[in-house]
């Protein structure tokens, strides 16, 4: 019999690369989604026929509850959130509600329904913050610098609390940043390749960004979604650091991106204080050095090439004339 997994967050960069690679392993997949107007599935529509999609809130108990009972998974994934950092500065408060108290609703939402299934926790490398320790694993201190990374760590160790007090097998997966095609606009990555792309094709003329000597470690999201289905895959639930233990610039990016489409970034780029963070983060850089004994989970994308693959997409899609999300 075909196991059964529940994504929340199935229409993200992340929920659509898990849901693609479970389908590959003979899962049944079930996706969370919100009943609300601005519902975007371009990321799932070469899946959807494939996917059974049941409403649900991550603000709502008895509709987790309820969607739990109906799929009764074996696996859960919870990558919902309100997950872009920028505007947990504007929103805190509902960034709070989705991205940590919407972890203890979930979870004991599983306590109730069916403590035997294995929950995946998205963790983040912004939990890190304003960094103890250079790498970062598993055990360096939490010091979060956005409401964002405030949240994630309490869902974080709410997960840690609940698997300690109800032996439930709840893992939490630390990923540091990882992109890909289907990362939003909004993003630093996907907003450098898509105007990028963009300024090649003559359709604009600048690109302005915040800080450029941001250093972070990115990876490619295809790999991540391995790795957090790797650790459901273990008989004891832990803590896992996911990353590719390189960091690079905000100004590498740009540089990396540009250079590929025969553009000097000088000529475009251009800094603007809107998009400066009130609290920067320093170097995030991941050690995964566990994951690699304990999973056998390495990246197989390097950085060069993943700001390749979506200069190429958005390459395309700008010539295609798609809507680009």
């Known amino acids: 019999m075909a196991k059964r997994a529940l994504i929340t967050g199935i229409t993200g960069q992340d929920g659509s690369y898990l849901a693609e690679f479970l389908l590959e ?3 049944e997949v079930f996706g969370l989604v919100r009943r609300t107007s601005t519902i975007n599935f371009s990321r799932i529509d070469h899946i959807q026929d494939r996917l059974h999609l049941i409403p649900g809130d991550m ?4 509709s987790l509850q309820l969607a739990l009972a109906e799929c009764q998974p074996h696996e859960v994934y919870n990558l919902a959130a309100q997950s872009f950092v920028q505007t947990s500065w504007t929103q805190p408060v509902f960034t ?3 991205t940590a108290l919407g972890v203890t609703r979930l979870l004991d939402a599983i306590r109730h329904v069916d403590p035997g299934i294995r929950f995946y926790q998205a963790s983040s490398s912004e939990m890190f913050g304003k960094v103890r320790e250079v790498p970062q694993r598993e055990t360096t201190p939490f010091y979060p610098r956005s409401p964002y990374g405030v949240a994630k760590v309490y869902g974080h160790w709410i997960t840690v609390n609940y698997r300690e007090s ?3 097998h709840a893992t939490s997966g630390i990923l540091f940043n990882h992109e890909s095609p289907r990362r939003g606009l909004e993003f630093v ?3 450098v390749t898509h105007t990028a792309a963009k300024i090649k094709l ?3 003329n600048e690109l302005r960004l915040g800080n450029l000597d941001a250093r972070r470690d990115w990876g490619f999201a295809g790999d991540y979604v391995r790795a957090m289905w790797l650790m459901l895959q273990q008989d004891v639930p832990d803590d896992y650091v996911i990353a590719t233990g390189e960091t690079h610039s905000v100004e590498e990016l740009v540089r990396t991106a540009f250079e590929y489409l025969d553009l000097d970034w000088k000529e475009y780029v251009v800094q603007d204080p809107r998009f ?3 609290a920067e983060v320093d170097l995030l850089v991941g050690d995964a050095s566990k994951a690699g004994k304990r999973l056998g989970w390495e990246p197989t994308v390097s950085f060069t090439q993943l700001v390749q693959m979506m200069v190429d997409a958005d390459l395309q899609m700008l010539k295609n004339g798609e809507v680009v999300r």
């Open 25 to 27: 392993k003979g899962y």
């Open 59 to 62: 603000l709502d108990q008895t």
């Open 96 to 98: 709070g509600d989705v």
């Open 166 to 168: 109800y032996n439930l």
């Open 189 to 191: 990555t996907r907003k």
């Open 202 to 204: 003559g359709m604009a």
């Open 276 to 278: 400066m963070r009130p």
